[in-house]
């Protein structure tokens, strides 16, 4: 509908607005050093002229004292200087990628559940790391190099060609070929970074995939497979990262022979003018070493490029993180006057993305306020997909879902989502405290509420045995859990929130029939007026829910009370009867 929206266009150099002046300060710093280092050479010239002159040793040595203190003096001015450009420059690139990092991070903080998958964790991480570390660099590197490559440049042809203009073809000869070089260079690795970036991605991929799913590999011995898929993209990584380096380890010394060659030439040129009494032999020395910041200010250029184009490629895939738009983007409803109320009407879903294929079709049942609703059905048959829906994190393709009588579309998000609690099917722990792990959401609660919380989630009975109770930290992921434990301390965070709706999707099938019907038992009593759909895979579950949404295959057979549907609905009196075989229900 709205897929026609213009892309917003983000301008990287707007995260330096905010250090301007650092940005001003550090080349203007430098151009200070940079004077200074300029006018270093004509005065050691002065030295060694004076020297050489044939004037009494007493004569010399004032002159020699004075112009050697200035030298010092100015030594000291210009490493200040440079000192004081460095700090502002550090000031400024840090600062560019502090805020580049936040801002990268809240935009995926807003992104949808859709979008999010399609960059893939293992490269929203590389991106909001590496690829902003690439820009910050890039920043540093023009703040640092921007003036004092062109004032060497220039300041060291004008100074050098003062003294003797027949110097003028050594850098005409020498110039030109430094510049091949560097374009040479830049031709070659520019396109090459992007991949790199590509190649980072994917080794990050498999670490993040590894660490977190590190049981299931070790279960299953697959070590050795993971470390082969690690390899894979570790080794093309290292080769594409291999083949820049080892283009500018070609590449520096050719520009240093370049150089050296051309103070060679200096030096001869310099000593045939020398002894035809054109030039001082001082004079010579102080050309050389013009013509080396020369040429070492087009190996600045080279190294700007290199840079450039690296940070290049790493802009591009920052901007798309920074440019995504949220595709769920909320409406501006804050306040509704039901309370705790769903209604599907006409709901059709597919999963975006994939080919099309209806998870859901033609969905409609209402649930009213305080009611407990359950939703029964085999396993793959779009359960979690239909709740999914409520807290809108993905949009339906047909059809509508209200709550508490208004479109999911026009709630404002937060607030929307604000209302429900969503008890998820993996029970997602932090590391943390226990404490921490039921107060997300919920952060002011009082340790009352926390307790009141998790006596009805039936976690206190465990919480209250732990060393440090409800501060006992737990590990990341909840690993120092048990999977029943995870599963109480999701819903006592589900039930602090004290939401008008709450969902629990299959939240107690890891726990024991007794302990299921406590923690139901004291929902219905602690959450009075609340709303409450529950995703059970058993009948015992669900029997005592005010109404049961039958699915079979993403629709809805049948939406009626356990004793109806024993009646008159065939999907569910097979589910009853399998499971009554089984003995899964405590009759
Ligand atoms: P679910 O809605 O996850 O099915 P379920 O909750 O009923 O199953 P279970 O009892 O095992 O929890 O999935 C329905 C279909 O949607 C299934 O074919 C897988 C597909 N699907 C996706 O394509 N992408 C997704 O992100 C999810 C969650 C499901
Ligand atoms: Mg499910």
Redesign the pocket.
């Known amino acids: 509908m709205k897929k026609t929206e213009k892309k917003k266009k983000i301008k990287l150099t707007r995260y330096l607005k905010p250090y301007w002046v650092f940005c001003i300060l550090s080349p203007l710093l430098m151009a200070g050093e940079v004077l200074i280092d300029l006018v270093q050479p004509t005065l050691m010239s002065e030295i060694v002229n004076e020297s050489i002159s044939g004037k009494a040793f007493g004569d010399i040595m004032p002159k020699v004292i004075i112009t050697g203190l200035i030298m010092l003096g100015l030594v000291a001015v210009g490493g200040l200087c440079g000192a004081l450009s460095a700090f502002t420059a550090s000031a400024a690139s840090e600062g560019f990628g502090d805020d580049l990092r936040r801002d990268g991070f809240n935009k995926v903080m807003s992104l949808s559940l859709q979008q999010t998958d399609k960059f893939t964790t293992g490269s929203l991480v590389t991106r909001l790391t590496n690829d902003i570390v690439a820009l910050r660099d890039l920043v540093m590197t023009v703040l640092r190099m921007l003036i004092r490559a062109p004032m060497f440049l220039v300041g060291g042809l004008v100074m050098c060609l003062s003294l003797d203009v027949s110097f003028g073809y050594v850098m005409l000869a020498a110039i030109p070929m430094q510049l091949v070089i560097v374009v040479i260079m830049i031709k070659f690795s520019h396109p090459i970074y992007s991949k790199v970036q590509k190649k980072l991605d994917a080794v990050n991929s498999v670490v993040q995939e590894n660490v977190s799913g590190a049981r299931v590999v070790k279960a299953y011995t697959n070590e050795k497979f993971e470390i082969g898929r690690f390899d894979k993209a570790n080794s093309e990584y290292r080769d594409q990262n291999y083949f820049v380096l080892k283009l500018f380890s070609l590449i520096m010394p050719v520009m240093m022979i370049v150089m050296n060659m051309a103070v060679v030439a200096i030096i001869l040129i310099g000593g045939y003018r020398a002894e035809a009494q054109a030039i001082n032999v001082g004079d010579v020395m102080a050309a050389a070493q013009y013509l080396t910041r020369v040429l070492f200010a087009v190996m600045m250029v080279s190294h700007i490029f290199q840079q450039t184009s690296r940070a290049q490629a790493s802009a591009g895939r920052v901007r798309e993180v920074l440019e995504s738009e949220p595709v769920i983007k909320g409406g501006d409803v804050r306040e509704a006057d039901e309370k705790g109320t769903v209604r599907f009407e006409n709901v059709s879903f597919a999963?975006p993305g994939?080919s099309g294929v209806d998870?859901l079709s033609n969905i409609s049942f209402e649930v009213k306020k305080g009611e407990t609703v359950a939703v029964i059905?085999s396993?793959?048959?779009?359960?979690?997909?239909l709740v999914s829906l409520i807290p809108r994190f993905y949009d339906t393709t047909e059809g509508n879902v209200y709550v508490d009588g208004v479109n999911v579309k026009d709630w404002d998000t937060d607030a929307l989502r604000r209302k429900i609690s969503f008890v998820l099917?993996k029970s997602e722990l932090f590391s943390g405290t226990v404490r921490d792990n039921i107060t997300i959401g919920t952060e002011d609660a009082s340790d009352e509420e926390i307790l009141r919380a998790a006596e009805i989630a039936q976690a206190d009975t465990f919480v209250s045995k732990m060393p440090n109770k409800y501060y006992t930290y737990v590990a990341e992921k909840g690993t120092s859990l048990s999977g029943g434990q995870k599963q109480r301390i999701a819903i006592a965070r589900g039930v602090l929130r004290r939401p008008e709706i709450i969902i629990f999707d299959?939240s107690t099938s890891a726990l024991d029939l007794s302990t299921e019907a406590k923690v139901q038992q004291g929902i219905r009593e602690g959450l009075e007026g609340t709303t409450v759909i529950m995703i059970a895979q058993r009948i015992a579950s669900v029997r005592n829910a005010d109404k049961i949404a039958v699915i079979e295959n993403g629709s809805l057979v049948a939406f009626d009370s356990h004793d109806n549907l024993m009646e008159s609905c065939d999907t569910y009196k097979d589910i009853y009867a399998s499971q009554m075989k089984g003995g899964a229900t405590n009759e």
Do not use: A
Request: hydrophobic share 10%.
């Open positions: 999963y994939s998870v059905g396993t793959g048959c779009g359960k979690t997909s099917q299959d």
